[in-house]
């Protein structure tokens, strides 16, 4: 079984940013995604960003440009980082490890984007 707590969501104004944490309980495996999801009211959950052990990162259109993954392995911890955020990025963030064919998740953080 895998723990993840996450921390770092918040109200902010548009143009803004904020940092999503999200630490790992220990795990024997060393080689997995770790990623971030979100859920916006009304809408289906959706990929927002994942990273590899290499530290290869895939970002969803949407976020290009503005999100930044990035995870410390010796932590087993995930950051999201977000600048320029828009109204449309309010939504809860959920992260997730990817042990396959497990994932587990995180509790989910809320980001709300307003004026």
């Known amino acids: 079984q895998v723990q993840l707590v996450e921390s770092g969501g918040g109200l902010v104004q548009p143009g803004g940013s904020l940092r999503l944490s999200c630490a790992a309980s220990r795990t024997r495996f060393t080689n997995y995604v770790m990623g971030w999801y979100r859920q916006a009211p009304g809408k289906q959950r959706e990929m927002v960003a994942h990273?590899?052990?290499?530290?290869?990162?895939v970002y969803a259109d949407s976020v290009k440009g503005r999100f930044t993954i990035s995870r410390d392995n010796a932590e087993n911890t995930v950051y999201l980082q977000m600048d320029n955020l828009k109204p449309e990025d309010t939504a809860i963030y959920y992260c997730?490890?990817?042990?396959?064919?497990?994932?587990?998740w995180g509790q989910g953080t809320q980001v709300t984007v307003s004026s």
């Open positions: 997730y490890v990817d042990l396959i064919p497990q994932m587990y």
């Open positions: 990273i590899f052990t290499s530290g290869t990162a």
